[in-house]
């Protein structure tokens, strides 16, 4: 209640808002975040071979990789990995043999790829780029969401007046709107204790994904094609965006570390 309780004064005290345009899943905020937060549950054996793998550059860094390639149409092949579209009431396991490639799917692939002795070091460092991108959309409720409104896309909405959508709101706006840098964002991730890292931890791919599939079923029953989003929205939401930043940093360690430690 605290946090939720500074939020609203923050809030409330903002006199000038500097609004976001559409800038991708997450946001570069947002993915930034998530692979800062993952950085900190590394083991150090991981982090040694990730460092090396990349060349110096940091998870943090490489994380919008996967938007950053979107404009190249060589790469237009992976625009299905971004997101998976599950039907409500429906689990991943009853539709996925009616499914194309989808996020579930390419998060597999990649970790299969950088397990694999014979993939080619090259053909690692793309897949490990994808794979800390591909992670935190998979905390994006949007990115689990329904495919008649493309995710949210389709649900028009105005962001403090300016036209959007609920897809880009939750990309991006609401991080952009509380205006704090990725890596503060990291560090003021909320304490979690023993056994709420482990639940977070435990799992697999396809129940972190019902977990945002259960998420976003809460995200669209509160909002309406034409709404009008302000500071009640941000206090109802922005707590929760937290949590799936830092939900994806925990996660996206566990991955990693099950890979090169």
């Known amino acids: 209640m605290k946090l939720r309780y500074f939020l609203l004064v923050v809030l409330i005290g903002i006199n000038t808002i500097t609004f976001a345009g559409e800038k991708g899943d997450w946001g570069k905020n947002g993915h930034r975040t998530t692979a800062k937060i993952a950085e900190g549950y590394l083991k150090k054996k991981t982090l040694k071979k990730i460092t090396e793998l990349l060349d110096g550059e940091s998870l943090a860094f490489v994380s919008t990789f996967g938007d950053d ?12 990995w971004h997101y998976v579209n599950i039907p409500s ?11 194309d490639e989808n996020l579930i799917w390419a998060i597999e692939e990649c970790v299969a790829k950088l397990k694999a002795e014979e993939t080619s070091r090259a053909d690692k460092q793309f897949y490990l780029k994808m794979l800390v991108h591909l992670v935190g959309d998979l905390h994006q409720p949007l ?26 709101v939750w990309d991006s706006e609401m991080i952009e709107f509380f205006d704090m840098s990725y890596s503060d964002l990291a560090m003021n991730q909320e304490k979690l204790t023993k056994s709420e890292l482990k639940a977070i931890q435990s799992g697999s791919v396809i129940d972190w994904a019902k977990d945002s599939q259960n998420l976003v079923e809460k995200v669209y029953a509160g909002t309406e094609d034409g709404d009008k989003l302000y500071y009640r929205y941000m206090y109802d939401w922005f707590t929760q965006t937290r949590t799936q930043l830092q939900k994806g940093g925990i996660r996206l360690a566990k991955v990693l570390n099950d890979i090169f430690a």
Do not use: C, M, Q
């Open 69 to 80: 390639i979107k404009s190249d149409p060589a790469y237009r092949k992976y625009s299905k």
């Open 89 to 99: 009431g429906k689990t991943y396991a009853e539709v996925k043999d009616e499914l």
């Open 143 to 168: 990115h689990v969401g329904h495919e008649d409104d493309k995710g949210g896309n389709d649900i028009d909405v105005k962001w403090f007046n300016k036209s959007s959508n609920l897809h880009r």
